[in-house]
C-alpha cells in the first residue's frame, strides 16, 4: 500500500543547530513532495517541492530537501535553526505520477530552544 | 496571483445547528477545490474533493456535505452539527498533475 511516515512526531533543536525532519515514502513509482509548514492557528505553507527534476530542492527560509529513490527519503533540513522555524512540518506525496490527491503525512512538531 | 479565501475564521455553534463555511478562489480557472479538517493531535484529513462544478468526492462518510454551485467556490455544510465535528478546517486548491495544495487560513470550529 502507498504511504507516507513521518519519523518523530516531536524534534526538539537549539538554535544554531542542523534541522533534520525525516519523510519516507512507500511506493513503486517515484512520486512528487511536498514539505509544507503550518504555524498555530493558520493554514500550511508550502516550503519546497520535487517534481522529478533536481534532486536536491531549495525552498523558502533556507530549507532544502533532497529526494533519494533508493531509499524512498525526502528529508527536510536547514544548517542553521532560528526560533521563527518552530512550528508543525507536513510532508505529503501525489503517488502514481499525478492525480486528483495528496497523502499527509502526521506531521511533526519542530521545538527550537534558546 | 492566486489568492484563496475562507470564512469565517472562528465559529462557535451549539449541537444541532447547521454549519456552512465558504470558500473562495481567485485568480484561476477550474481549480481542483478540497476541505480537510485538522483535529487536535490527528493530522489532516481529506474530507471532500472536487475537479469541477457539481462535481464533489467524499472521503469520509460522515455528519458533513460539500458543494461547488461556481467554478470557484467550495461550500462545506452540516444540517446538524455533533460536537465530534469541532476542528480545524482547511480548503485548499490545485491545478492537478504535479502542482502543490494551496491553502487557506482555516476555520476553527468549537461545537458546545
Known amino acids: 500500500a502507498q504511504s507516507v511516515t513521518q519519523l518523530g512526531s516531536h524534534v526538539s533543536v537549539s538554535e544554531g543547530a542542523l534541522v533534520l525532519l525525516r519523510c519516507n515514502y512507500s511506493?513503486?513509482?517515484?512520486?512528487?513532495l511536498f514539505w509544507y509548514v503550518q504555524y498555530p492557528n493558520q493554514g500550511l505553507q508550502l516550503l519546497l517541492k520535487?517534481?522529478?527534476?533536481?534532486?536536491l530542492v531549495k525552498g523558502i527560509n533556507g530549507f532544502e530537501a533532497e529526494f533519494k529513490k533508493s531509499e524512498t527519503s525526502f528529508h527536510l533540513t536547514k544548517p542553521s535553526a532560528h526560533m521563527s522555524d518552530a512550528a508543525e512540518y507536513f510532508c505529503?506525496?501525489?503517488f502514481g505520477g499525478g492525480g486528483n490527491k495528496l497523502t499527509f503525512g502526521t506531521g511533526t512538531q519542530l521545538k527550537v530552544e534558546l | 496571483s492566486q489568492t484563496i479565501h475562507q470564512w469565517p475564521a472562528t465559529l462557535v455553534q451549539p449541537v444541532g445547528s447547521p454549519l456552512s463555511l465558504e470558500c473562495t478562489v481567485e485568480?484561476?480557472?477550474?481549480?481542483?477545490l478540497y476541505w480537510y479538517r485538522q483535529a487536535a493531535g490527528r493530522g489532516l484529513q481529506l474530507l471532500f474533493y472536487?475537479?469541477?462544478?457539481?462535481?464533489i468526492s467524499s472521503e469520509v462518510p460522515q455528519n458533513l456535505s460539500a458543494s461547488r454551485p461556481q467554478d470557484r467556490q467550495f461550500i462545506l455544510s452540516s444540517k446538524k452539527l455533533l460536537l465530534s465535528d469541532s476542528g480545524f478546517y482547511l480548503c485548499?486548491?490545485?491545478?492537478?498533475?504535479?502542482?502543490?495544495?494551496?491553502f487557506g487560513n482555516g476555520t476553527r470550529l468549537t461545537v458546545t
Open positions: 485548499a486548491w490545485r491545478t492537478g498533475g504535479s502542482s502543490p495544495l494551496h
Open positions: 511506493s513503486s513509482v517515484p512520486p512528487y
Open positions: 520535487y517534481t522529478s527534476a533536481a534532486t
Open positions: 505529503a506525496v501525489i
Open positions: 485568480g484561476t480557472s477550474n481549480p481542483n
Open positions: 472536487s475537479v469541477g462544478i457539481g462535481q
